[in-house]
């Protein structure tokens, strides 16, 4: 692969029209006064390696390039304790002949003084990402916010300039994120990137898998939505109209916690909208398991999710093993007689106690099984994901929705955004969704119209999730009339659903991987909550019973 070196390229104040002192912008004196103390004398002290370009006109006339440089060296030899060196630039090869000197060149110049020092461009740039690792990738900005680079963008691509996302949905992953996404885009205003056959819906941009393809890569990834798109508006009619979207959005559920995404996306989309679903850690660790298991994923068809997250590794020897600390049981597990239980096992080279039913395990799989735990875990510690967004979003762009209430009650959430986002039209989706009850979730009812063949399936649940326990369990709600169908397992075909891979059905949660994960996800949600707090949004409402008894006095719609 060629590796290219990009450095950054200091100004002096010297141009191609700036050749005679009498006519220097500003006057003489002010170039003066930028190498004695001010902007180049600046740009020297702050910069450890200096790149200048002058124009050959700087050479002639008042010869102002040597004057300045002259000038600025003198200037911080005598009021400064640096020491300037020079990185000689070396003439490519270009005689077969000469190749064996040129070579040695490049490693070795002597200058002036005698001394033995490295050049060339190449020992530069290496120099430079030496001192600067974190330059060694780019970091996009977009040329549409400044006139020197549209100058230079064919006209095609001026007109990327129009499909800029407004708005991204960052995650993390099994939330909600896809219906969500889904149900926005019912809104003829708004417009999202094509379909892949590699990452599906999403973009995935700002995550190290396309990001050095660039911008003209992400923004063309929205440009197939641009020229109009089909919708069923919300007349209630099965009227098609063909509309321009106003805003786009970027749906990619790992953007939340991938450490570099918040740097990446604030220096493309700075005044973008953050918007991210919560639901409890620990449901979403065990959804992600389920989503693994269904995908054939090894570790999680072999070890149950007790296992996985439960999994720890000790060395002993020349043999990895396995183990669970003792651990004391979080408040929801203390007995009624006021005795707490414990988890105990000890690390061991014996299978028998390495806490997984006397299974040892090889080394590739203690490396996936490590992997599969961190992916269940680590996107669920909020507080931590949360901060790194607000490094470089105001708290006002961050959009933080309760993931449990927008399953069941997503017409509030969505009017909410609407308004947020100004769209020229907003859409009644009272029209538009329905809750599928042998789904689960909420669906796009098709023509905006009212029920069908399976009207006892379909069913609106706005304010049925008022009738919950304190401890977020559900209880069974009666919606009327008992003798209706409620067998059913298939789709009504006015009723368009999310695939089988959402909302799917399995056994519930251990209640030993319940207390785990209450237990180890406590002091990230108690810092979640003064997050929140800090920050003027409102507690989820699971947030708020996690951390029982803080009080909560808002509810997040």
């Known amino acids: 692969l060629i590796q290219h070196q990009v450095l950054p390229r200091q100004t002096c104040g010297l ?41 050959m006109s700087n050479y002639g006339n008042d010869r102002l390039a040597p004057f300045t440089f002259k000038a600025l060296f003198e200037f911080v030899k005598e009021y400064t304790n640096l020491r300037l060196k020079y990185s000689p630039i070396i003439k490519a090869d270009t005689d ?22 490295t050049g060339g461009p190449m020992f530069l740039a290496d120099l430079y990402f030496s001192l600067h690792p974190e330059e060694r990738e780019p970091l996009w900005t977009n040329p549409c916010d400044d006139k020197r680079h549209l100058a230079i963008w064919s006209l095609r691509k001026l007109e990327l300039c129009h499909i800029v996302p407004k ?85 990619s559920a790992t953007y939340f ?75 929801a597990l203390i007995r009624s007689n006021g005795t707490s239980t414990t988890t105990t096992s000890t690390s061991s080279s014996s299978s028998s106690s390495n806490g997984l039913g006397g299974r040892s395990l090889t080394e590739h799989q203690i490396v996936a099984m490590r992997a599969l735990r961190n992916r269940c875990l680590h996107p669920g510690y909020y507080s931590n994901h949360l901060l790194r967004w607000l490094n470089y979003y105001q708290s006002r762009q961050i959009v933080i929705i309760d993931g449990e209430w927008f399953k069941f009650n997503p017409k509030a959430v969505l009017n909410r955004l609407q308004l947020l986002l100004n769209l020229p039209e907003q859409v009644d989706y009272d029209k538009l969704l329905v809750y599928q009850r042998s789904k689960g979730f909420y669906c796009e009812r098709k023509g905006g119209g009212g029920g069908g063949d399976d009207d006892d399936d379909a069913t609106d649940l706005a304010g049925d999730r008022s009738s919950r326990n304190v401890n977020g369990s559900r209880q069974t709600i009666n919606r009327g009339n008992n003798n209706k169908r409620n067998h059913h397992h298939h789709t009504a075909p006015n009723i368009k659903c999310l695939g089988s891979g959402k909302g799917r059905k399995y056994a519930s949660m251990s209640a030993n991987s319940r207390a785990y994960l209450d237990d180890h996800y406590l002091s990230h949600n108690r810092q979640l909550a003064r997050l929140l707090y800090e920050i003027g949004q409102p507690l989820p409402r699971w947030l708020d019973r996690s951390i029982n008894p803080l009080p909560t006095t808002v509810r997040l719609l």
């Open 15 to 55: 141009y191609t029209h700036t050749i005679f002192k009498s006519r220097y912008p500003g006057g003489f004196k002010k170039l003066i006064a930028s190498i004695r103390g001010g902007e180049l004398f600046e740009t020297i002290v702050h910069n450890p390696i200096n790149i200048y370009m002058t124009h």
């Open 257 to 331: 916690d991938d450490p570099k995404a918040p740097r990446r996306a604030s220096s493309l989309l700075p005044d973008a909208y953050i918007v991210i679903l919560l639901i409890n850690p620990a449901d979403r660790a065990y959804s992600w398991y389920q989503h693994m298991k269904a995908h054939g994923d090894p570790i999680a068809s072999e070890f149950s999710f007790d296992e996985v997250i439960m999994f720890q590794e000790t060395t002993t020897s020349d043999k990895m093993t396995t183990t669970t600390t003792t651990r004391t049981a979080s408040p």
């Open 167 to 251: 708005l991204l949905i960052v995650g993390p992953q099994k939330t909600g994120t896809t219906a969500l996404q889904s149900f926005l885009k019912l809104n003829p205003s708004i417009g999202t990137s094509s379909m892949s056959s590699e990452d599906f819906e999403e973009v995935q941009f700002f995550n190290d898998k396309h990001y050095l393809k660039g911008t003209d890569w992400y923004f063309e990834r929205f440009i197939t939505q641009r020229d109009g798109k089909q919708r069923n508006i919300s007349s209630g009619t099965n009227t098609t109209t063909t509309t321009n979207p106003s805003i786009f959005l970027d749906k």
């Open 96 to 117: 077969d002949d000469d190749k064996d000197d040129d070579a040695s060149q490049r490693h070795q110049v002597e200058d002036s003084t005698k001394q033995t020092v």
